[in-house]
């Protein structure tokens, strides 16, 4: 079924070819539909939900913190969390990306310190779900250029995320990078992962008009708790180190 091996279900299910589900011989329960349409809306992740199609299918499933963090859902709106650490207090305000919803930042840019922008870093080959069209790494360059030259911004530091950094080094070994952006430096080799990463940076730093501002970038994996610990405190750090500078000049 679409190369999906059978070891990946328990061994108390059949397979139905017409229509194609799976039906449990102890419950008779048709899950494979429903187990289908979430599974590929998760885009990135539908590869490891599909390795966990045994322990999924289980009566006693409950999702483990890996399946949550697999999970995608697009943020829609404004949404707003305070968090204390280490005894400091920070208010991360979460905004949708897509074109949409745009028009509802701008309610969110008083008295911001710091702008966290994150992009795919391993979407250079992929267009936008709402207008196939365009690149999505073009458009995020230009969203940042926006961003990152607005004058309201220019005491505001911007810390640059480039996430799905384990997908972007998977994906290089297949895709060159040159075949969707003519302007890779015809020295470098597209499949070398150390120069598709010092493209990408190289990129968004262009953007930006004062290049005196430092640019801090950190290449992120969303789903590994490790990775985001040690990036999230050093993303602390800067912005504290960012405010501290800005209250001794005032």
């Known amino acids: 079924m679409d190369g999906i091996s059978r070891n990946c279900f328990p061994t108390n299910v059949i397979f139905e070819k017409s229509p194609p589900t799976l039906v449990c011989r102890t419950t008779g329960v048709l899950y494979f539909c429903a187990v289908w349409l979430t599974v590929r809306m998760q885009g990135d992740s539908t590869e490891y939900f599909f390795q966990q199609l045994k322990t999924i299918a289980t009566p006693d499933y409950l999702p483990s913190k890996q399946d949550v963090l697999c999970s995608r859902k697009a943020t829609r709106g404004i949404h707003e969390y305070d968090l204390l650490v280490k005894k400091v207090p920070f208010k991360f305000v979460d905004v949708g990306g897509q074109r949409s919803q745009r028009t509802k930042w701008f309610q969110c840019f008083d008295e911001v310190t710091s702008i966290l922008y994150l992009v795919s870093s391993s979407a250079y080959d992929m267009t936008l779900m709402e207008d196939r069209s365009t690149n999505r790494l073009v458009e995020s360059l230009n969203i940042f250029n926006t961003i990152a030259n607005n004058r309201c911004f220019r005491n505001v530091s911007i810390v640059l995320f480039l996430n ?87």
């Open 164 to 250: 799905k950094a384990d997908l972007l080094a998977e994906k290089v070994k297949t895709i060159s990078i040159a075949d969707y952006h003519g302007d890779f430096p015809p020295e470098s080799d597209p499949h070398n992962l150390e120069d598709v990463r010092r493209y990408l940076v190289t990129r968004f730093s262009n953007e930006r008009k004062d290049k005196n501002k430092l640019l801090f970038h950190h290449f992120t994996t969303a789903t590994d708790t490790e990775n985001i610990k040690f990036v999230f405190e050093a993303v602390r750090n800067t912005i504290l180190e960012a405010n501290l500078g800005e209250l001794m000049l005032d």
